[in-house]
T-cell receptor, first 111, second 114 residues
Framework: DAMVIQNPRYQVTQFGKPVTLSCSQT?????MYWYQQKSSQAPKLLFH???????NEADTPDNFQSRRPNTSFCFLDIRSPGLGDAAMYLC??????????FGPGTRLLVL | GNSVTQMEGPVTLSEEAFLTINCTYT??????LFWYVQYPGEGLQLLLK?????DKGSNKGFEATYRKETTSFHLEKGSVQVSDSAVYFC?????????????FGTGTRLKVLA
């Protein structure tokens, strides 16, 4: 089945230690998104890639970066995680502006 | 600007009860509307969608009708099960706005008791 895969499902890091979360998709969608979700709040869009074009949300902290080396993969880098960055991180994909399909998420714990 | 308003939760029902979760929206263009479900510790799963007025989305016994006159997209199910316990998010996407951003409601937690 075509799907969105996120690894790892759980990630523990230390305060200030860089961490990378990964997302891959077999849907061949051209748009990939990263969301942050806290405590069953609505997901908050951090940024998205339209093909290779990176689009940052205005209120996304500089601490968050992303890479998309090819159509299938996208990475979220947190350069210096703080306690407030502990959250569920969701990757999603879509074809153009159509329906978004989400991965299972990575839960990040910052110690 | 665009916005989505969902009824506050939690909603607690007995098994086989009728479910309604209200969702209303404000949009300047012609949005598509979605319901997503999130089970504990999981990502969002698309439950159903509607792309134009009077469309009815349905899946797994859930239904929602895109009502332009009342700007609503209420989620209904005739007989809920314990396994339906989850958080439900209403969302809109306005493709005419030039943005790829979903506007989510705040989510409604549903708890179904056996």
């Amino acid at each position: 089945d075509a799907m969105v895969i996120q690894n790892p499902r759980y990630q523990v890091t230390q305060f200030g230690k860089p961490v990378t979360l990964s997302c891959s998709q077999t849907l061949n969608h051209n748009v990939m998104y990263w969301y942050q979700q806290k405590s069953s709040q609505a997901p908050k869009l951090l940024f998205h890639y339209y093909d290779k074009d990176f689009n940052n949300e205005a209120d996304t902290p500089d601490n968050f970066q992303s890479r998309r080396p090819n159509t299938s993969f996208c990475f979220l880098d947190i350069r210096s995680p703080g306690l407030g960055d502990a959250a569920m991180y969701l990757c999603a994909t879509s074809r153009e502006k159509e329906t978004q399909y989400f991965g299972p998420g990575t839960r990040l714990l910052v110690l | 600007g665009n916005s989505v308003t969902q009824m506050e939760g939690p909603v607690t029902l007995s098994e086989e009860a009728f479910l309604t979760i209200n969702c209303t929206y404000t949009a300047t263009g012609y949005p598509s509307l979605f319901w997503y479900v999130q089970y504990p510790g999981e990502g969002l799963q698309l439950l159903l969608k509607a792309t134009k007025a009077d469309d009815k989305g349905s899946n797994k016994g859930f239904e929602a009708t895109y009502r332009k006159e009342t700007t609503s997209f209420h989620l209904e199910k005739g007989s809920v099960q314990v396994s339906d316990s989850a958080v439900y998010f209403c969302a809109l996407s306005d493709r005419s706005s030039g943005t790829y951003k979903y506007i989510f409601g705040t989510g409604t937690r549903l708890k179904v008791l056996a």
